[in-house]
């Protein structure tokens, strides 16, 4: 803090207005004002497609609709559930692998951790166009291959419902595998040396060094890490839209696919609203949760 | 530790570098490909390469999107610099009242699906008027870009040593002076790693703009899956447009990979 002759002034006040204001006034205008809009909505049988819904005040049936009888929305719970207990494990242990390969200094290292990170840097959207491409029925060269050494004969692997997810899964890995190896890497790279040398003298294996010096030094990263990658899962959309839109079917619906299509494809904004504030709700407590583990100070690369 | 085979470390970096490239370099052969090499049953990797891709998105206003986009991403880019500095300058010198439940709070709008406050700032923007403009998007990306600019620059200012500012308080200069003339100047090459990470995010992001854009106001990342027809995709368009969104970002992560690691987490972690 400040000199303490300063603190109390009301130069300091006046700055402090001028530091805190405009963020004040971007939040209002941004995030109070629209949340605000939209627990009115939510209360609301609103629907800019459907006649008889005309924005009667309905109280919470929204709500109650949504918690209680909504099997489509479960539905999607469930399959985003599925989707990150999926890949977040298969991410971390392969981010890990590759971060402990590629740990030590060697000539080409920085073009070689740029081209590793154009999967989770390059956008969404072209993830989601290039593997679309990559998996085209007839011609997509993935499958054409596929199909050449016989482990696949469907014509596309979107069209079931369980290839499709298991796509999406594959594509996901790809897409953030990179980024989890960054984090590793972070912290592989700020790790003190004596421990694993000691051990090494010690005549301790590689796996053993691993499991009693590296892992319990990284664990304050693999735990921002996960927690990242899971809460960044749970809202996946842009490569859902671009290859299946949540379908075939609802197979791969997840919550943010399911709210996009409640309210910008059946207009549905009164319903949509209440999901929108439950999931806004939900955010809360997982960003408590995230803000209690890194209690707003960043984690040194490899502390203890 | 011993020294391995340098042929047993190259063989599976080769591996690790394939799998994240190729899909990549297949999307850049796609855009110099004729229709006739695209849509075959026999991958073409040696084919007689064209630009009438390129050519044909600009007939059709790309130029249009990508100027969209330019523009968004950096008007964005600028306001969010400039609130979230101002902001994370505060939090890093004062003592902010409610501090940590306004720090918690901007968190918290990041944290949370974006599809969650896409239809609250529609509905917002609806009644101004300002759907399918530049400005709903911009101040959409703006909001999801503020905690990061927040976080990572108030983890830069305190790094600044308090000496050089309390010297300059003693010679009279003013708060103002302070964090303009000497805290800020010190945060510069932080300041400009957080700037290319929200016009990266910016430039990427697709939920908004889907949303809040429309015809002549739509940004590349919508663009580009709107070239998926009913009646086909032109992928050797889609694959140049691809190419053209995405290299601005290949270059930028070559050049930030310092703070990449700080930039993608928030500044949960440093580097």
Redesign the interface.
Known sequence: ???SK??DSA??RT??W???G???L??I???V???T??IV?SLRDLSLTMLTKRGQFIGLDNFRDLIGTDDKFYAAVAHTAIFMAVVVPIEFVLGLA?AL??KRE?AGR?????????????????V???????LMP??G?LT??LNRIGLFQETSVFSGSVSALAALMMIDV?EWT??IM??M???LSAMPAAP??AA?IDGASRWQILRHIQLPLLRP?IV??LM?RA?DA??I??TI??LTGGGPGNATEV??TY??RT??LKWD?GY??S???V??F???I???L??KI?S?K????GAQ | MQRRNPLLFAIPLIVFLAIALVPYIWIVLASFKKRIDLITPYPKWIFDPTVVNYVDIFDKGFDTYLLNSIIIGFSSTALTVVVGTLAAYGFSRFKVPAGNHLFFFILATRLGPPVAYALPMYLIFKAFGLVNTHVAVILAHATFNLVLVVWMMRSFFNDVPREVEEAAYLDGCGHFRVFWGIALPMTYPGLVAVSIFVLIFSWNELLFSLILTGGETRTLPVMIPSLVLHTGTLWGQVAAASIIQSIPVLVFIFFIQKNLVQGLTFGAVKG
């Open positions: 803090m400040i000199d300063l603190a130069s300091t700055f402090l001028v530091c805190m405009p963020v004040l971007f939040l205008i941004v995030v004002a629209p949340l809009l939209a909505d590759i390969w590629i060697f920085r073009l070689v951790l740029t081209i590793l990170m154009i999967p989770t840097m390059i956008a969404p959207v072209v989601g166009m290039i593997w679309r491409f990559f007839s011609f060269i054409v291959y790809w990179p980024f960054l984090i890497l972070a912290g694993v040398e090494t990263l921002i890490a990242l809460i749970s809202k959309f842009d839209h671009v919550i943010a709210a996009y309210n910008f904004l949509g609203a999901i929108c504030l999931l806004a939900g955010s809360l997982v960003a408590a995230f803000y890194v707003g960043p984690a040194e690369a």
